[in-house]
């Protein structure tokens, strides 16, 4: 039976899942496709202090660049993370010949071209699923279940550590601030989240997805990033009034001959399918010209989950059938839409006195912004006032709100929110 080696770069969290997850699954492995898969070398700085790489039989070491050249090797797998020097080991990789696998959505969100026109240049493999949503099967659908459909819209709940806090704001009524230590305690915010709830985490998988499922290049700068860090239990329970939910959208979405690209709390129809993906779960709902609406759930991280993806491309790579996929169509850029019109629902913390509703109202109609209804909390100073527009533009609403957050009467920041309805358009 043929064997397959590869190289670890990052034993980690995933690289120990990866390992074990091989050991246990060795002869189904071998069963369903036909080959065996052997680790030959694992790489990590600090090797010593892990046990799950202590009385391996592979070679350990703190050089990946020593594990990428060697001639032993057929399959190099990144799990190190972040843009340098990973960026220089998966790219010489590729130089030496062997096929990639990598978790690194930011890696690939502001260099896949170039590390795809390499494995292009030298017939590589590469496998990237669990760099966008952990076990969830997302980009080898788009290139072999989906080749042949022509995707309009994308949705995608695509960071479970939001997920999870906006889950406990919306059902028990917590403070964000409460809901994120909850977070943290089960393992599913890191103690510094800022990257995850400034919703850059989604913004990076989105760049990958779009990339894939419009052929055109899309990076991380392209996308329009709001995160979750302003949100309240108050913004959750008008939300529900509504018949609605607030979840961290990812959205994607041709307009015109370019395209919108979006990552924002947004509030959908309850009876959506979205709005039922709650906890740590991901989703990524697609609308397609031919096939119509699809969505896939699933866990989007953690130890198993991401090794699971992981291990498939591993698996894909080792076919003896398989052949090296394209995975971008074109290098050409994408035209990512600056403004966009939407619904907003409005939130404003301000004092009680009278005129305070007609000078909001006013700032909104100068930028003629129509309001659709309106809404005041009772109780002590301040109060908080929600507003639901018609459709408006970006551009306009944040003239207006840069105006109104100027004035005397409101206190702090305003939130304002966009109503998504995914199949509409």
């Given at each position: ?7 670890i770069?990052?034993?980690g ?8 997850l091989i ?5 189904v492995?071998?069963?369903r496709?036909?080959?065996?898969i052997r680790?030959?070398?694992v790489?990590?700085?600090s ?6 790489l202590?009385n391996?039989d592979f070679?350990?070491t703190?050089d990946?660049?020593g ?8 399959i190099?797998v ?5 843009l340098?020097p990973a960026?220089?080991w998966?790219?010489?990789?590729l130089?030496?010949?062997?096929s990639v696998?990598t978790?690194n ?6 260099h896949?071209a170039?590390?795809?026109e ?7 493999g ?11 099967p997302v980009?080898?659908?788009?290139r ?8 309009h819209?994308?949705f995608g709940i695509l960071?479970?550590t939001c997920?999870?806090?906006?889950t406990?704001m919306q ?6 601030e409460e809901?994120?230590q909850i977070?943290q305690e ?8 800022t ?14 997805l779009?990339?894939?499922a ?8 392209d ?12 913004d959750?329970a008008?939300?529900l009034?509504?018949?609605?939910v ?5 959205v994607?979405?041709k307009?015109?001959d ?7 709390p ?5 009876d959506?399918?979205?709005a ?16 119509g609406?699809t969505m896939?759930?699933g866990?989007g991280a ?7 993806a992981?291990l498939?491309d591993?698996?894909?790579l080792a076919?003896?059938?398989?052949s ?5 169509s ?9 403004d966009?019109?939407?619904r ?8 009680d ?6 000078s909001?109202?006013?700032?909104l ?6 309001i ?21 533009r ?16 409101v206190?702090?920041p305003?939130v304002?929110?966009r109503l ?6």
């Amino acid at each position: 039976m043929k064997e397959v080696r590869i190289g670890i770069l990052g034993g980690g969290t995933v690289g120990g899942g990866l390992i074990d997850l091989i050991a246990q699954q060795r002869s189904v492995l071998e069963r369903r496709i036909g080959v065996q898969i052997r680790i030959v070398a694992v790489a990590d700085r600090s090797w010593q202090k892990k046990a799950h790489l202590q009385n391996q039989d592979f070679d350990v070491t703190d050089d990946p660049q020593g594990v990428i050249a060697r001639n032993d090797i057929d399959i190099i797998v990144e799990l190190v993370g972040g843009l340098e020097p990973a960026r220089q080991w998966v790219l010489s990789a590729l130089e030496s010949g062997k096929s990639v696998v990598t978790a690194n959505k930011a890696l690939l969100a502001n260099h896949g071209a170039e590390i795809f026109e390499l494995a292009r240049a030298k017939n590589c493999g590469i496998g990237f699923e669990a760099a966008v949503a952990g076990a969830l099967p997302v980009i080898r659908n788009m290139r072999r279940v989906w080749v042949g459909s022509d995707i309009h819209e994308m949705f995608g709940i695509l960071n479970g550590t939001c997920n999870f806090i906006i889950t406990r704001m919306q059902k028990e009524g917590m403070p964000y601030e409460e809901a994120l230590q909850i977070a943290q305690e089960k393992g599913f915010a890191e103690a510094d989240p800022t990257f995850d709830v400034s919703g850059r985490d989604a913004a990076q998988k989105l760049a990958i997805l779009s990339s894939l499922a419009f052929d055109h290049l899309v990076q991380e700068k392209d996308i329009k990033v709001e995160g979750i860090t302003e949100l309240s239990p108050l913004d959750h329970a008008m939300a529900l009034r509504m018949g609605r939910v607030i979840r961290l959208l990812a959205v994607a979405r041709k307009d015109g001959d370019g395209y919108l690209l979006r990552v924002h709390p947004a509030l959908i129809a309850q009876d959506h399918l979205l709005a039922s993906v709650e906890e740590e779960n991901n989703a990524l709902f697609t609308d397609d010209k031919y096939s119509g609406s699809t969505m896939i759930v699933g866990r989007g991280a953690g130890a198993f989950p991401t090794a699971s993806a992981v291990l498939g491309d591993i698996a894909a790579l080792a076919r003896p059938a398989s052949s090296p996929e394209v995975w971008l169509s074109s290098g050409k850029a994408v035209r990512a839409s600056e403004d966009a019109l939407y619904r907003f629902y409005l939130r404003f913390r301000t004092v009680d006195q009278a005129g305070v509703l007609a000078s909001i109202a006013h700032e909104l109609a100068v930028q003629e912004i129509s309001i659709a209804s309106m809404h005041q909390e009772e109780g002590p100073e301040p109060v908080d006032v929600v507003i639901l527009t018609h459709d408006a533009r970006e551009s306009q609403l944040e003239k207006a709100l840069t105006r109104i957050n100027s004035l005397d009467i409101v206190h702090g920041p305003s939130v304002a929110l966009r109503l998504e309805e995914p199949g509409r358009h």
